[in-house]
């Protein structure tokens, strides 16, 4: 997961690469996987210098920010799936009430 600062670096790349795919296919006519295969992906690189995990997609990157997710569960470690969220996803742990 990356902080705000990280994300907002990470998406900038992934909006310039998906903007660069859709002129490369505009271009050549080349099919979506072709032109990701073809192009550079610098947010994908970026995000594994950052976390040392490496993404399927140019798209995941919108989906790894950790202030978009809720805190740790005690019970299972796995984040609780909004910042809101009052029981774990994965293994049903509740959290009190307030």
């Known amino acids: 997961m990356l902080t705000d600062e990280e ?19 505009a271009q050549t006519g080349a099919s979506l996987e072709e032109a990701q295969r ?4 610098p947010s994908a690189e970026r995000y594994y210098k950052l976390t040392g995990f490496k993404l ?5 990157v919108f989906y790894v920010r950790r202030s978009d997710y809720g805190p740790d569960c005690p ?4 984040p609780y799936r909004t910042p809101r ?9 509740g ?4």
């Open 75 to 78: 019970s299972c470690g796995k």
């Open 7 to 25: 994300h907002a670096d990470v998406v900038r790349d992934a909006h310039a690469t998906i903007d660069a795919i859709m002129a490369y296919r």
């Open 85 to 93: 969220a009052r029981y774990c996803a994965e293994c049903g742990h």
């Open 56 to 60: 399927w997609t140019v798209y995941d």
């Open 38 to 41: 073809a192009l550079p992906k």
């Open 95 to 98: 959290l009190p009430v307030k």
